[in-house]
């Protein structure tokens, strides 16, 4: 806009009177002039539009009336129009004023004294009238080339104003106005924030429009300005990212590692479901903003907050290492985990990245694997001494029964050969439980009513208690029963309550109860048996009120040879032989203990249906063992030779001893008679018992054999690893070492009386 001092006028007249002395005022009042002398000047002028303000003659270069008025308005409708009329034509000027002229001055000295006043007025008004029309033009320019679509719709409906970005949507927005109610309307229009809103195009195209209705009057009418953008692009695109990030959030909860990721500060940003989970959080949105401290793991939020700074200080990640994990329900789980730093693009470590894996049950696999290796182990010891070690017993225990029956009652030395016998029974007991680890014990299994079995031994176990200790026997009203050598079951009884007794120091109480009980798949996993197999268990425990165990002894309990007792008070042999036994059967075996509250030891067993059938004894008197049959013994080891023909002959036996097969072959060779038993060992130098026993009744038909070994064999399978296999044929029956005169004598002429 020009300075005032610079306002030019375009003076249009010609020769009247009141020219010169006009152009003197405007002069002197500093303006400048701009004088066209006819129409065709006057057109350029007014059309290049070089000046501020109008001041005419309405009567100049040729126009009448108020032509004039109308062609200067006409040009120039922005720019103001100030005539100069002869005194006494006032209504002409009001006239004019009424065709578009916007001032006028009278050509009379008086009048004419005011006149740079008026211009001054009209420059500065035309000046304002052009900034607004610019200010519009802006205005307009900004409404037509806005991105955003912009439709103004009255009260009614109808369209009153829309841009160019809006041209495509006015009649979707329209009907869309039209079927809205009222109070919906004003609703929307009082909202500070767009609303998405999905339309269908006269093309049959469908677009979502975030939409800001807001209150307006346009040319003089109340209306809603609706103001939007074609979001639809930017949705399917959000659509698009929100699928990527369900399937990345399903990818992260499907896997079952454990993933999270923290903060500098240790908090938590994020997880998967998975680990949500150990946490005992429902969903893991619930995990942002914790902390270790503040999880079931609080015990060891110290050990992990120490590798998360380590990991985010050094910048290096820490991999696939071992660390416990306590759970909600208060369990402790193994992991394998890895922290990795999260990093910008710049470097910057913001995080670190977690992830671990549950290895429970691997280590517990691996520890059952251990305890197999290591019954394994005693398996092997067990087999490869058993033989010698049983021949020893043999000779101990029957020598000492032989010296006991040519001692009188009131001989001194009779207490000598009752310690020898014991303490050969009792290496004979360990032997069995040696063997009972490498499962080649005979087994003679049976269906047992559980409640029935434990009400017979109770007696015997009262006798293994101290009077400080008070013993409860308790069971389910429905007899449960198991599949299972009843021999092993005493075993089981006898280690489980010997073990509570010597926990109980200063005295307690013993409870034993039975109970049937249903295991499913969550038990099998939540306490670490393996492998799993759901169905109905008999359940036998035994609950001391002793010492109890730490963490540290259960773990090892198990292990042959491990003992808490002192030298001498055990061979560490107990829990082993009833773990032995119990997955022999089938079943289970759990601890629950706690330093200072007692012990508890569950025993499951698969329940079975039945009765157990009453097994026959037949009790035989000396007069019963006697005989005068012709047996044969062949045994290499000559303690056991002498003890086992000094036992028959005592009893009337004709016996026909040989040290090794061969030597027996050439006895038999040579005797005429009769041979009616052939007892034998069955591992031999030169030739095996069955081999030996094939040859013979070849020769002899009708020939019986006994088998004696201090292995432990299989009934129909009296055979040694190095034998030929196959089972013997003929009649024959089988006798473990080591065993007493008295009982050699009972099992021949039991075997022979057949």
């Known amino acids: 806009m020009r300075n005032t001092d610079s306002i030019t006028v375009l003076y249009v007249d010609d020769d009247s009177p009141h020219r010169t002395p006009i152009r003197q005022v405007l002069r002197e009042a500093g303006f400048r002039l701009l004088e066209p002398g006819d129409r065709s000047r006057l057109d350029t002028s007014l059309r290049e539009g070089d000046f501020d303000v109008v001041l005419a003659n309405p009567h100049a270069i040729g126009f009448r009336g108020l032509e004039a008025v109308a062609v200067i308005k006409q040009a120039c409708p922005e720019t103001l129009l100030v005539l100069v009329i002869e005194p006494g034509t006032e209504m002409l000027a009001l006239d004019a004023l009424g065709q578009g002229a916007d001032d006028y001055v009278v050509a009379d000295p008086k009048d004419l004294a005011k006149l740079p006043f008026v211009i001054r007025r009209a420059a500065l008004t035309t000046r304002m009238r052009q900034h607004a029309v610019a200010a519009n033009e802006d205005v307009r320019a900004l409404f037509e080339n806005t991105s955003d679509g912009l439709v103004v719709l009255s009260s009614d409906g109808d369209p009153l104003i829309h841009n160019r970005a809006a041209q495509r949507y006015v009649a979707v927005l329209q009907a869309f106005f039209l079927r809205t109610p009222p109070h919906v309307a004003a609703d929307l229009a009082a909202r500070a924030t767009p609303t998405d809103l999905e339309f269908r195009l006269d093309s049959g195209e469908e677009v979502v429009l975030s939409v800001l209705l807001t209150r307006v009057s346009w040319s003089g009418k109340d209306g809603f300005l609706l103001s939007f953008r074609d979001v639809t692009e930017q949705k399917a695109t959000e659509e698009q990212l929100h699928q990527s990030r369900e399937l990345l959030r399903l990818v992260l909860d499907t896997v079952p590692t454990r993933i999270f990721f923290k903060d500098r500060d240790s908090r938590y940003l994020g997880c998967n479901l998975p680990f949500a ?248 996993t939540t306490h670490g048996l393996d492998p799993p197999r759901p169905g109905d268990y008999v359940l036998l425990s035994v609950t001391d009120t002793g010492t109890g165990m730490s963490k540290e002894v259960q773990e090892r309990i198990f292990d042959p040879f491990f003992t808490t007792k002192k030298v001498g008070e055990g061979t560490g042999l107990g829990l082993s032989t009833v773990y032995g036994i119990v997955r022999e059967a089938g079943g289970y075996i759990r601890c629950r203990s706690e330093p200072g509250k007692g012990t508890c030891m569950e025993v499951y067993l698969p329940k079975m249906s039945g009765r157990e059938k009453p097994r026959e004894v037949t009790e035989i008197s000396g007069r019963d063992l006697a005989g005068t049959e012709t047996i044969l013994v062949v045994e290499d080891n000559a303690e056991v030779r002498r003890l086992a023909v000094r036992a028959l002959t005592s009893h009337g036996y004709q016996i026909i001893e040989a040290g090794d097969p061969l030597e027996a072959l050439e006895l038999v060779d040579h005797h005429d008679g009769d041979l009616h038993l052939l007892i034998t060992d069955v591992v031999m130098p030169h030739m095996g018992g069955k081999q030996l026993a094939d040859c013979l009744t070849a020769r002899r038909p009708g020939l019986k054999v006994l088998f004696i070994s201090g292995y432990p064999l299989e009934p129909g399978y009296p055979l040694e690893p190095a034998e030929a296999a196959g089972p013997i044929s003929g009649d024959f029956a089988y006798f473990q070492k080591p065993f007493s005169p008295l009982a050699l004598a009972a099992k021949v002429r039991e075997f022979l009386g057949k």
Do not use: C
Request: aromatic residues 6%; proline residues 4%; without cysteine.
């Open 277 to 524: 989970a150990d946490a005992g959080l429902s969903s893991p949105d619930e995990i942002v903003g914790k902390t270790d401290y503040d999880l079931g793991w609080k015990d060891q939020a110290e050990l992990y907050r120490a590798d998360d700074f380590a990991v985010m200080t050094t910048g290096q990640a820490k991999l696939a290492y071992e660390e416990p994990q306590t759970r909600p329900d208060g369990t402790t789980a193994w992991l394998r985990t890895s922290k990795l730093p999260l990093s910008k693009e710049d470097g910057e470590v913001i995080g670190v990245l977690g992830l671990y894996e549950d290895i429970t049950e691997q280590k517990m696999l691996e520890r059952q694997l251990r305890q197999a290796q290591k019954l394994e182990a005693v398996g092997t010891l067990a087999g490869g001494v058993a033989h010698d070690f049983n021949n020893l017993l043999t000779t101990i225990i029957g020598n000492a029964e032989m010296a006991l029956l040519q001692t009188d009652e009131t001989d001194p030395r009779r207490a000598y050969l009752e310690d020898i016998r014991t303490a050969g029974e009792r290496g004979a007991t360990l032997t069995r439980q040696l063997l009972t680890f490498a499962r080649r014990e005979p087994q003679e299994p049976a269906i047992i009513d559980l409640k029935e079995h434990v009400a017979q031994t109770e007696k015997m176990i009262r006798r293994l208690l101290r009077e400080d200790i008070a013993l409860e026997v308790k069971a389910s009203p429905d007899p449960p029963h198991v599949y299972l050598d009843p021999g092993h079951l005493d075993q089981i009884l006898l280690n489980l309550t010997t073990n509570a007794r010597d926990a109980m120091v200063g005295g307690g109480r013993l409870t034993i109860e039975i109970s049937g009980t249903r295991l499913d798949y969550d038990y099998f």
